[in-house]
């Protein structure tokens, strides 16, 4: 048996975002999506062969929407198909895809930060975190211009190099 209170906090999130990719009207994709757990409700006990409840989801509120656009005779571009959510889904897993590699990378450069001596660490968390000019560092650090711009490049080769070695492209 489903529980719909888990279920709906679960996706409505979700639901609501990807209505909103067809319409702006943010109203009636509050009402679509309500029609949707309501006739999933009304028709819970044919529910036992639907294997993926969360597809199930998508395509109903994807029809629903289809269904007011029809009603209320709005203009749209193009009807929702099968085509334009596969496209939609592609585009979002790619995006999913990307944002992890992106943590991983950070990760990475996290852990090859704790890896340079602590002045290298000092100059990149002063230059790069808290966005402070060369002036800056060379206040704060007690050292001249120059001796800032040569730890600064020593710590960004070292970083490079460690993440070479261990085949990460920074």
């Known amino acids: 048996m489903i529980n719909f209170t888990t279920l709906y906090d679960k996706h409505i999130d979700n639901l609501f975002a990807f209505g909103s ?54 203009l749209c571009d193009h009807e929702i198909t099968d085509v334009s959510m596969k496209g939609m889904a592609e585009a979002e897993a790619f995006a999913k895809e990307k944002m992890e590699r992106q943590q991983q990378l950070s990760a990475s450069v996290e852990k090859y930060f704790y890896m340079l001596s602590p002045r290298q660490r000092q100059i ?31 710590s960004i080769m ?11 492209a920074v």
């Open 21 to 74: 990719r067809f319409t702006s009207d943010r109203e009636m994709i509050k009402d679509c999506i309500q029609d949707v757990f309501v006739k999933l409700y009304t028709r819970r006990d044919t529910l036992d062969n639907v294997d993926k409840i969360e597809s199930y989801l998508y395509v109903s509120l994807r029809n629903r929407i289809n269904d007011e656009f029809r009603r209320n005779v709005h």
């Open 124 to 154: 990149i968390t002063l230059y790069y975190k808290e966005q402070r000019k060369y002036d800056d560092i060379c206040q704060i650090m007690g050292i001249n211009y120059q001796s800032v711009r040569n730890l600064m490049h020593r």
């Open 158 to 168: 070292r970083l490079r190099s460690l993440a070479s070695s261990l085949e990460v």
